[in-house]
């Protein structure tokens, strides 16, 4: 295989794991960041595949700043959100943008202090293109990290999005100290409600029991490492939203998705329960303990659809 020349654009933790583990494996590399400033132009135009490792909010101002890109460089986007203008997944916006190109989804339970470390972890590069997810494939995988491909990105990035509202109410459920019965019915629940809004979206159900929905959710529920369950744990020891951030001093995607869920959901009339509570004790108008108080008292059903398999969680 010839080597790929790969942009890696995003200078975080994650944008710098990316690119040791491709230059890992034999693969020219350069990164760009914002942060450190620097010209976009010569380090994506030799390219012949971008890794995009931005936060929602630096999605569109990169696609605006990105320039022409040569034929057959493939986009591969890892960033875990909605846009909230247009509830467009990011890879949506980048074919959009680039409609002639190869995009592609990386996610999965990707903690990246773990992989940092060398301890194994699976991820999914996903493309309505299948050869474009498998030569993102090829770059990314090693004997550490194991690469599946599928195509349904946008069930992929959704379970990356939507399991970290689930992580908030994770970290709040912990934080109250409600116990394993309590903790496992939250998670079950919770993968009940991704796959509901999935599928309204338009993604495959069996993308959401995959990696890069059950695994991720799995992953981000439990480990103090995911910001976004440390910010429901906070919450739940009375902290603020705004104390959390200033002590996390990092993005919380799921602050954001859940406001964009929300506003989706209302829109369609879908039940979306636990990213309600979560969005109204991010607004302040719930204690945690109220949160968890309106959950428990829904009216009684079914645990199962009648309409199942399309629903597989009701």
Request: charge should be neutral.
């Given at each position: ?185 939250l998670v079950t629940r ?34 103090p490492l995911s910001r ?69 008292e829904r009216d009684l ?14």
């Amino acid at each position: 295989m010839n080597p790929e020349v790969v942009a890696v654009l995003g200078g975080g933790a994650w944008g710098t794991l990316l690119a040791e583990l491709i230059r890992r494996n034999g693969h020219p590399v350069q990164v760009w960041s914002r942060r450190y400033g620097g010209e976009l132009a010569p380090v994506v135009q030799p390219a012949t595949m971008v890794v995009v490792a931005v936060s929602v909010a630096g999605v569109l101002p990169l696609v605006q700043q990105l320039p022409h890109l040569a034929p057959g460089t493939i986009i591969v986007s890892t960033t875990k959100g909605l846009l909230p203008d247009s509830c467009s997944t990011p890879t949506q916006v980048w074919q959009r943008a680039f409609p002639e190109h190869g995009v592609v989804a990386v996610s999965g339970p990707n903690l990246a202090a773990e992989i940092a470390q060398g301890l194994p972890a699976a991820t999914v590069a996903a493309s309505v293109q299948t050869w474009a997810a498998q030569r993102v494939q090829r770059v990314l995988a090693s004997e550490r990290f194991r690469v599946y491909t599928n195509q349904d990105p946008l069930g992929t990035e959704l379970g990356g999005a939507l399991k970290n509202v689930m992580a908030i109410a994770a970290g709040v459920c912990d934080g109250l100290h409600l116990g394993a019965n309590a903790k496992a019915g939250l998670v079950t629940r919770a993968l009940a409600e991704m796959v509901r809004v999935a599928v309204e979206w338009g993604a495959q159900a069996t993308t959401l029991y995959g990696l890069s929905g059950l695994g991720d959710l799995l992953a981000t529920c439990n480990s103090p490492l995911s910001r976004n369950y440390r910010l429901g744990y906070g919450l739940a020891q009375g902290k603020s939203v705004a104390a959390m951030l200033q002590e996390l001093q990092s993005t919380v995607e799921g602050i954001n998705t859940t406001q964009v869920v929300v506003q989706w959901a209302d829109r369609r009339g879908i039940a979306v329960p636990i990213a309600q509570q979560v969005y109204q004790l991010l607004q302040g108008r719930v204690t945690p303990q109220q949160a968890v108080g309106a959950l428990m008292e829904r009216d009684l059903k079914a645990e199962f659809a009648t309409d199942w398999p399309r629903y597989p969680l009701s």
